[in-house]
């Protein structure tokens, strides 16, 4: 079975400053690929970024950037120069590359102050 | 363009009652997940439809739920006999092709209350 876990409940950052989520997963698959989703209080899901676990590159988009461990089994997301838009849920998301079920972590919240 | 609709956005029911949730994709996405979201709580994956193959319902979780979908439109996820337990977000995401190569795009929910 695939887990994903977030630490985090609740974070908070000063706006333009620096923030690193945590997640981490378990699963015995080599191929597969994970995601950080972003939930505003309109709960519409967002995409923020993607990673393939075949990459050794570290993805970024942009402000967002994770730093990828795969032999740690580490996915976290920083996010730089935070802005009052970044306020929101933050999910880590886990998906084998041969199926077809998303793993979502419970979240972490993220309020940035002005 | 339009992006995915749910409806109703919000639902409250009855214990026992039946309800029907409705998904309109993004025209031309020919996948289709449904998902479900407690309080405070990540997303729970409860079907998948892509294309004309069989969907993968290995998330429901109980007969009491089912899905349809007609080709590559409208879908909609019935409760049967809703229990307490059944309060939750439902969210419905599609996408164009291969969920993990192309983005998925999220409707904005429906909040079940099951009194």
């Known amino acids: 079975a695939q887990t994903v876990t977030q630490s985090q409940p609740e974070m908070s950052v000063q706006e333009a400053e620096t923030v690193t989520l945590s997640c981490t997963y378990d699963?015995?698959?080599?191929?597969?690929?994970l995601f950080w989703y972003k939930q505003p209080p309109s709960r519409q899901m967002i995409l923020v970024i993607r990673?393939?676990?075949?990459?050794?590159q570290n993805a970024t988009e942009n402000r967002f950037s994770v730093n990828f461990q795969k032999a740690a089994k580490s996915f976290s997301l920083k996010i730089s120069d935070s802005q009052l838009g970044d306020t929101a849920m933050y999910f880590c998301?886990?998906?084998?590359?041969?199926?077809?079920?998303?793993?979502f972590g419970t979240g972490t919240s993220l309020t940035v102050i002005p | 363009g339009a992006g995915v609709s749910q409806s109703p956005s919000n639902k409250v029911t009855e214990k026992g009652k039946d309800v029907e949730l409705r998904c309109d994709p993004i025209?031309?996405?020919?996948?289709l997940y449904w998902y479900r979201q407690r309080l405070g709580q990540g997303l729970e994956f409860l079907i998948y439809?892509?294309?004309?193959?069989?969907?993968?319902k290995s998330g429901l979780p109980s007969d009491r739920f089912s899905a349809e979908r007609t080709g590559e439109s409208v879908s909609t996820l019935t409760i049967q006999r809703t229990q307490q337990e059944d309060s939750a977000v439902y969210l419905c995401?599609?996408?164009?092709?291969?969920?993990?190569?192309?983005?998925?795009?999220f409707g904005p929910g429906t909040r079940l209350l099951v009194l």
């Open positions: 995401a599609s996408s164009s092709r291969n969920p993990v190569k192309e983005t998925q795009y």
């Open positions: 699963t015995s698959e080599s191929n597969y690929y």
């Open positions: 990673q393939e676990a075949y990459k050794q």
């Open positions: 998301a886990f998906m084998k590359n041969t199926g077809n079920q998303f793993y």
């Open positions: 025209s031309g996405h020919t996948a």
């Open positions: 439809f892509q294309g004309n193959s069989a969907p993968d």
